[in-house]
């Protein structure tokens, strides 16, 4: 049985602390927002595929910080060769987790490929990942939580979800003040230089 993507999210997300979050396009970046909008979250509101490189770049530049992609499947497979340069480049302190229900949650809901056997997790686990691997059972979700928040990455969980339709949550639109935002969440007072 699938889980819930909201209810994934949120456990993710709870007592989250410093993390680091990029959030991909619609659904993922929604359910960031359900589950408590925050300063140290960068929601990606029209860039589809930018997810994991934007997530790559983050982890790169703030070494000392964990980071988190929360992205969906469509997007993944759009952007699959990012995977391969994290594999190459190998930054211990990134996650990556693919709400993957199967769909194309904002173009109607068509199938992806995983709805036909395509393995991400098994993409990320060829790329080099440290850890890649599928998440189906709500049982595991604390597992994903503490490689997070502590394992060495990169990792990859790839998070079976429900397709189903969900209420709006909609972080801030302004895409200068996000980033703004977010900088000074970071860097604080060495944003503005």
Same mark, same amino acid.
């Given at each position: 049985?699938?889980?819930?993507?909201?209810? #994934? #999210?949120?456990?993710?997300?709870?007592?989250?602390? @410093?993390?680091? #979050?990029?959030?991909?396009?619609?659904?993922?970046?929604?359910?960031?927002?359900?589950?408590?909008?925050? =300063?140290?979250?960068?929601?990606?509101?029209?860039?589809?595929?930018? $997810?994991? =490189?934007?997530?790559?770049?983050? +982890?790169?530049?703030?070494?000392?910080?964990?980071?988190?992609?929360?992205?969906?499947?469509?997007?993944?497979?759009?952007?699959?060769?990012?995977?391969?340069?994290?594999?190459?480049?190998?930054?211990?302190?990134?996650?990556?987790?693919?709400?993957?229900? @199967?769909?194309?949650? @904002?173009?109607?809901?068509?199938?992806? *490929?995983?709805?036909?056997? !395509?393995?991400?997790?098994? !993409?990320?686990?060829?790329?080099?990942?440290? @850890?890649?691997?599928?998440?189906?059972?709500?049982?595991?979700?604390?597992?994903?939580?503490?490689?997070?928040?502590?394992?060495?990455?990169?990792?990859?969980?790839? #998070?079976?979800?429900? $397709?189903?339709?969900?209420?709006?949550?909609? =972080? =801030?639109?302004?895409? +200068?003040?996000?980033? *703004?935002?977010?900088?000074?969440?970071?860097?604080?007072?060495? $944003?503005?230089?």
């Amino acid at each position: 049985m699938n889980l819930r993507r909201r209810e #994934v #999210v949120k456990a993710l997300l709870e007592r989250r602390g @410093e993390l680091l #979050v990029v959030a991909g396009l619609g659904s993922s970046a929604w359910d960031c927002a359900a589950a408590g909008d925050d =300063p140290l979250t960068f929601p990606l509101w029209g860039a589809m595929g930018a $997810a994991c =490189p934007v997530g790559l770049g983050l +982890a790169l530049a703030q070494p000392s910080r964990r980071v988190l992609v929360v992205t969906g499947d469509g997007e993944m497979l759009m952007g699959l060769g990012s995977l391969a340069t994290i594999g190459a480049r190998r930054p211990d302190n990134l996650a990556i987790v693919v709400l993957d229900n @199967e769909r194309y949650g @904002e173009t109607g809901m068509q199938q992806t *490929h995983t709805a036909h056997g !395509v393995d991400l997790a098994a !993409v990320a686990a060829a790329c080099g990942f440290a @850890e890649a691997r599928i998440v189906r059972k709500s049982a595991q979700i604390a597992l994903v939580r503490a490689g997070i928040h502590g394992e060495r990455g990169p990792l990859f969980y790839q #998070v079976k979800v429900k $397709a189903e339709h969900l209420p709006l949550v909609l =972080p =801030p639109r302004d895409g +200068a003040w996000l980033k *703004h935002r977010f900088r000074h969440a970071l860097l604080g007072e060495k $944003a503005t230089s």
